[in-house]
T-cell receptor, first 116, second 111 residues
Framework: GAGVSQSPSNKVTEKGKDVELRCDPI?????LYWYRQSLGQGLEFLIY????????KSGLPSDRFSAERTGGSVSTLTIQRTQQEDSAVYLC??????????????FGDGTRLSIL | AQSVAQPEDQVNVAEGNPLTVKCTYS??????LFWYVQYPNRGLQFLLK??????LVKGSYGFEAEFNKSQTSFHLKKPSALVSDSALYFC?????????FGDGTTLTVKP
């Protein structure tokens, strides 16, 4: 079946512009996660959703970052007034159920964001 | 607070030799531990997990990991490495909805 789909796969934009990254999880997966992976670095947890709600937004790096999920499916991560330090690969993952987070996460291939 | 440490940035082994990729963790409460593998320009792929029960867990592609509560470790192992195992490996801890990943270990298997 279809895996987690992220779009665009690559995004190049100028500093100060807003960008919107999209994640389409596996159908039926109720948990959805966003991470940031900088070159040569590990994964930085940004936010997760249980259905449409985000219990913990503390991982978002600044108030320029926001995320939403509608219909328990597609999620968008928006970065306003982009800065060069926002350049990274943004990964999305989904898992079948919340269940105390015992389920593995299924990852998309990421969006590579480059800020000029 | 929870944390995951992968003390080795890089591990090099010869094909056919056993491999170990190390992971230690810190968390309050019971840990849910995972190993993932990442190939270039791809997302992470799940290898195996420890939730409860037997300390030795077996996963995909012949990998296994041993949970050691006293040493707070969850090392990834494989008896005989393949060149195709060369990739970036991440250990992860999930607790109360928050997932914490180690910084990753690059495994290189040489023919």
């Amino acid at each position: 079946g279809a895996g987690v789909s992220q779009s665009p796969s690559n995004k190049v934009t100028e500093k100060g512009k807003d960008v919107e990254l999209r994640c389409d999880p596996i159908s039926g997966h109720t948990a959805l996660y966003w991470y940031r992976q900088s070159l040569g670095q590990g994964l930085e947890f940004l936010i997760y959703f249980q259905g449409n709600s985000a219990p913990d937004k503390s991982g978002l790096p600044s108030d320029r970052f926001s995320a939403e999920r509608t219909g328990g499916s597609v999620s968008t991560l928006t970065i306003q007034r982009t800065q060069q330090e926002d350049s990274a690969v943004y990964l999305c993952a989904s898992s079948p159920h919340w269940e105390g987070a015992t389920q593995p996460q299924h990852f998309g291939d990421g969006t590579r964001l480059s800020i000029l | 607070a929870q944390s995951v440490a992968q003390p080795e940035d890089q591990v090099n082994v010869a094909e056919g030799n056993p491999l170990t990729v190390k992971c230690t963790y810190s968390v309050s409460g019971n840990p849910y531990l995972f190993w993932y593998v990442q190939y270039p320009n791809r997302g992470l792929q799940f290898l195996l997990k420890y939730i409860t029960g037997d300390n030795l867990v077996k996963g995909s592609y012949g990998f296994e990991a041993e949970f050691n509560k006293s040493q707070t470790s969850f090392h990834l192992k494989k008896p005989s490495a393949l060149v195709s195992d060369s990739a970036l490996y991440f250990c992860a801890l999930t607790n109360a909805g928050k997932s914490t990943f180690g910084d990753g270990t690059t495994l290189t298997v040489k023919p």
